[in-house]
């Protein structure tokens, strides 16, 4: 398990079996608690040395989701927001692998955004939305770099508050 900061073997894999026995506890986890009841999808894999979650929210009412609420909720949980971005339908429309929508963003810093990881993180929003990304405190190692970097948390809410999603990777990607 790569966290920032570092203690002995045995207490990080005690605390990691501990944080996976217990769901909301795992990296990403406390995201079960939010809205559970417009939950659409999701997906987690939280092994020892890494793993992923996403999870997609729908509603019927328009304004059911806010960037505002959504970045509070994640702070309120130790996630720390270090970025807003809107995305057109367009380019949302773009994100593809293999013809399947999927959330590229987890792989940007690795010019991975059509690799076939892309396809852990399916995307239901396809019209215009915004991003938000947060330092997760989590840290990941991307595949054959062997260097720990920001395991960034990533929030995408439409425009019209219809839709969320939440995207997370963490440890060895």
């Not at 970045?71 to 773009?94: C, D, N, Q």
Request: proline residues 5%; positive net charge; glycine residues 10%.
């Amino acid at each position: 398990m790569r966290t920032r900061t570092r203690a002995g073997v045995g207490i990080v894999a005690i605390a990691t079996s501990a944080a996976v026995a217990c769901n909301a506890l795992a990296p990403s986890g406390f995201w079960k608690n939010y809205r559970h009841d417009l939950i659409a999808g999701q997906s987690s894999d939280q092994g020892p040395w890494g793993g992923h979650r996403w999870i997609q929210w729908t509603s019927q009412r328009s304004g059911a989701f806010t960037v505002a609420d959504a970045t509070r909720f994640a702070e309120s949980h130790g996630w720390k927001h270090v970025g807003t971005k809107h995305y057109s339908a367009e380019e949302i429309s773009s994100w593809v692998n293999n013809k399947a929508p999927v959330f590229p963003l987890i792989y940007e810093n690795q010019g991975m955004t059509s690799n076939s990881y892309c396809t852990r993180f399916p995307r239901t929003i396809d019209g215009p939305a915004t991003v938000v990304r947060f330092d997760s405190m989590w840290t990941r190692v991307p595949p054959g770099s062997g260097n720990d970097e920001v395991a960034f948390g990533f929030v995408l809410v439409s425009d019209d508050g219809r839709q969320m999603a939440v995207y997370h990777a963490w440890g060895d990607i």
